[in-house]
């Protein structure tokens, strides 16, 4: 269903605005509306950050409520590294407070805004109270599809420690 709701995004927000949409993810809006956290990029490779309301009448309609751009970050803060949580906050000028959907959409989104950083940017970007295992493209659980991976390795760690507990002691 998210490939769907990217394609869709992409060409009824994002192509006519002449933007290539890059990341989304979804967060927790007010209301009965759904709210995506979209990372894209201009032909002139500037970077936009937004938040766009999803509204469901006879057809399917987007707004972008708030734009920021990457190059205005000065930091991602996920709260708590060692704690499962969706919660994180985006540092401009003021401090926007968000929560995704998931923990892992969360690292979702801030490995994709390092990635675009690292490509169009190249700045100091802060990225802080983050397990930078889950972060970093060189580790041997990155992949294109990383929320997967994320899980994998949550279930490997989980079977190991099952494992270890039926382990008789000598």
């Known amino acids: 269903m998210s490939s769907l709701l990217k394609e869709d995004l992409a060409k009824r927000l994002f192509g006519p605005r002449r933007l ?6 979804e967060v927790e809006g007010s209301g009965a509306e759904r709210c995506y956290l979209c990372a894209a990029v201009s ?8 938040m766009v309301k999803h509204f469901r009448d006879r057809e399917e309609k987007y707004e972008v409520v708030e734009e920021w751009f990457l190059k205005d970050l000065e930091m991602i803060d996920g709260k708590e590294a060692d704690t499962d949580n969706p919660y994180f906050d985006m540092h401009f000028h003021k401090v926007y407070s968000m929560e995704a959907y998931s923990c892992a959409s969360k690292y979702t989104f801030a490995r994709t805004l390092s990635n675009l950083n690292e490509t169009y940017l190249k700045k100091d970007l802060k990225i802080v109270n983050f397990d930078s295992t889950y972060l970093n493209d060189d580790s041997i659980w990155s992949s294109n599809n990383r ?3 994320v899980l994998m390795r949550i279930c490997f760690y989980a079977s190991n420690l099952l494992c270890l507990s039926l382990c008789p002691l000598s």
Not at 43 to 50: A, G, L, P, Q, Y
Request: proline share 0%.
């Open 20 to 25: 290539r949409l890059q990341e989304f993810i």
């Open 43 to 50: 032909k002139s490779e500037e970077v936009e950050i937004c």
């Open 147 to 149: 929320d997967c991976l």
